[in-house]
């Protein structure tokens, strides 16, 4: 935490969770795969770095790339890879259900939820959120859900960010004492002070990436230390 930000990074691998927990980040959201968006980690890697550093991993729940729609098979081994993320040490686990309409899938939602918190844990919707056009009623509906938290770029794609914080805070005016609401999306250097301002979470998601020479996205540590500094200097 600096200047009473809460700061997450999105990881994509091992290695790099290792550097980011170097640096006053308050959770790593853990992924693989983030050149496509970001898929569930391993199993292995979760073990791993719960042993390794200290920094809370809200563990990302997703199967595949793409839509959010997905078939019951498909549902059903979701919930068991939560389980199993759970099971290994997981703090949270990051996931998005929508229905045919883009609408948030509430049974579905509803179930997962009810699942993370019989492990204590946070249950984070991710930004399948920014899919759907009725923000306002979905968040009630989350809320209803017992979602602790919504990652959203505030119905905006890249690099929409900052006016999508002024949706955000909204949002924050009239639910932040039932749901946290979490801005992320196309964060970078040059703006991440406004969405901090604008956005009145109190916190950011932010993922500080490059693309490695090997043909992944990987962590560029100048890019998260400059990002620090510009919270520090709020």
């Given amino acids: 935490m600096i200047n009473g930000i809460k700061i997450e990074i999105c990881i994509g691998n091992i290695d790099d969770a290792i550097i980011a927990s170097k640096y006053p980040i308050d959770r790593i959201e853990l992924n693989s795969a ?4 970001g898929l569930s980690p391993s199993i292995e890697t979760i073990k791993t770095l719960k042993k390794t550093i200290g ?5 990302m729940c997703r199967p595949r790339g793409g839509d959010f729609l997905y078939s019951d098979l498909e549902y059903e081994t979701m919930r068991k890879d939560a389980e199993m993320m759970l099971e290994a040490g997981a703090d949270g686990i990051v996931f998005g259900f929508l229905d045919a309409n883009n609408k948030a899938d509430i049974p579905r939602t509803q179930r997962m939820a009810e ?20 923000q306002d009623e979905a968040v009630r509906q989350l809320i209803g859900c017992r979602i602790d938290r919504i990652l ?6 890249y690099p929409g960010i900052v006016e999508g914080c002024r949706n955000i805070r909204i949002l924050n005016d009239k639910y932040r004492d039932s749901i946290q609401l979490l801005p992320g999306g196309g964060v970078r250097v040059s703006n991440i002070k406004d969405v901090i301002t604008i956005s009145g979470s109190g916190q950011v998601h932010m993922t500080s990436k490059k693309q490695n020479p090997g043909g992944y ?3 560029d540590e ?10 520090s200097s709020l």
């Fill in 34 to 37: 983030l050149e496509l968006g």
């Fill in 152 to 157: 959203t770029g505030g119905g905006t794609a």
């Fill in 217 to 219: 996205v990987c962590l």
């Fill in 222 to 231: 100048e890019q998260l230390q400059e990002m620090l500094k510009e919270i």
């Fill in 55 to 59: 920094t809370p991993l809200c563990c």
């Fill in 115 to 134: 699942l993370i918190h019989l492990y204590r844990k946070e249950a984070v919707f991710h930004k399948a959120f920014d899919e759907i056009k009725d």
